[in-house]
């Protein structure tokens, strides 16, 4: 049964039929099949009691929020900023990319909002500097997936939703995984232009006094962080009211920078409308098919294969790797974790190590779905990247400039693994200390 249903998955999103319609006809004909149709009678009352969570309106607050830094012209300041300061790097400008992307990372829980942003103020840059493009574009896609594991991030809310894990504890334990993920960026992109001096373009031209005086400008999206994330460990604010107190603080911000107006904010409000509707179809839709699962005994009868398999804790967890980097290449990232999540979890928690824990397995998920973000052909931030191109360009430009930055995904995959403390350390400092 299993194999049938990730068939039918499969071909679905190769049909290209949207990923909540493709969650939406798996539940009702599983449901038609196995339980003729009795479980689809309760789906109103299945999905409003998820629905509900308090914690989800984080959701769309935290979308508002990256769309007001956009509009702002926060981000076009605080990339001019970061140029001042990263640009002596081997490589340049592709570092001030990821340097800037994981700043506005920790303002906006959105990888695809981060890639989009960044890589509007940085692709004019390619050809005034002569960059590789394809690397250049690399790095922008690449630097766009730390949105969803610096946070404040909305799959790791959504994570903690599915799996009844702290929001906090997994926002403390994505810090230093995304921090160390943001050097292995950059050493990718060093070692690059070392070996190809050509690839790292034009040099910028800068002065001790210009990085003094750009230093105010990194100054909103910090204090955007500490209002959000501070908020939170200070015990001010739930999640929830942490990110309605970014989204206060960013038009504030918006007023100093006399950029808020009327009709910016209705571009705010409409761009976050789309996308939240976009979301919460998705997360509903995978809510139903999660309960039909559960409801046939497909969440057991993955345990008892996995246990017939006689694996090992690492190696099982190596096996969900593989399995997380396949599907990847074929499945939106959302989707994947909020319809594989509640099947999965159990497994790795019935392992019986306990440094595999939920929190350090939240930050393992999200490193894959940064993977999957950048690997083709279903990459979202190799589309979004490959939309900011104002000349056009094969896609395939974008997706080979990317495969360097996976490679260092995967490194920090194994580090994750052999050194769980990585993501578990902080929070337990914070919270068990």
């Not at 592709?94 to 989009?116: E, K, P, Q, R």
């Not at 290449?329 to 099947?343: A, G, K, N, R």
């Not at 950048?374 to 495969?403: C, E, H, S, W």
Request: charged letters at 10%; proline letters at 5%.
């Amino acid at each position: 049964m299993v194999n049938w249903i990730l068939l039918g998955l499969l071909i679905l999103v190769l049909a290209a039929v949207p990923v909540a319609a493709v969650l939406g006809i798996l539940s009702f004909a599983l449901d038609e099949i196995a339980m003729g149709g009795t479980l689809t009678r309760g789906m109103a009352e299945i999905i409003w009691e998820k629905s509900k969570e308090f914690i989800l309106v984080a959701v769309p607050m935290f979308i508002l929020l990256g769309e007001i830094m956009l509009r702002a012209g926060i981000a076009q300041r605080m990339y001019a900023a970061v140029i001042q300061w990263l640009s002596w790097l081997p490589g340049g400008l592709m570092h001030a990319n990821i340097g800037s992307c994981t700043i506005f990372a920790a303002s906006s829980g959105s990888s695809v909002a981060t890639a989009a942003t960044v890589g509007t103020v940085a692709y004019p840059e390619i050809e005034a500097r002569d960059y590789n493009e394809s690397l250049f574009l690399g790095s922008l896609a690449a630097g766009g997936t730390l949105g969803i594991l610096v946070p404040p991030s909305i799959n790791l809310i959504l994570y903690g939703l599915l799996t009844d894990t702290s929001v906090p504890e997994l926002y403390l334990a994505g810090i230093i995984p995304g921090l160390i993920l943001s050097l292995l960026f950059m050493a990718t992109i060093v070692l690059g232009c070392l070996l190809r001096p050509k690839w790292g373009g034009t040099p910028v031209a800068t002065t001790w006094g210009e990085r003094i005086r750009s230093l105010p400008h990194l100054l909103p999206p910090i204090v955007l962080f500490t209002a959000v994330v501070g908020s939170i460990y200070a015990g001010i604010a739930t999640p929830t009211e942490a990110a309605s107190i970014g989204v206060c603080m960013a038009m504030l911000i918006a007023a100093s920078f006399k950029t808020l107006s009327l009709s910016m904010l209705r571009e705010a409000f409409e761009g976050t409308m789309r996308t939240t509707a976009m979301i919460m179809l998705i997360v509903f839709a995978a809510i139903f098919l999660n309960f039909v699962l559960g409801f046939m005994g497909i969440t057991q009868a993955m345990l008892n294969f996995i246990a017939e398999l006689g694996l090992t804790a690492l190696q099982t967890i190596f096996l969900l790797i593989v399995f997380y980097l396949l599907l990847g290449m074929f499945m939106e990232t959302l989707s994947m974790m909020l319809t594989t999540v509640p099947v999965v979890f159990p497994i790795v928690m019935n392992l019986g190590e306990p440094m595999f824990t939920g929190v350090w397995f939240g930050i393992l998920i999200t490193l894959l779905m940064e993977a999957a973000l950048i690997t083709p052909p279903i990459g979202v931030n190799l589309y979004v990247v490959q939309g900011i191109r104002a000349r056009g360009g094969k896609f395939a430009d974008v997706a080979i400039g990317a495969m360097p930055f996976v490679v260092a995904m995967l490194a920090m995959i194994v580090l994750l693994v052999f050194w769980p403390a990585l993501a578990t350390w902080l929070p337990d400092l914070v919270y068990h200390s």
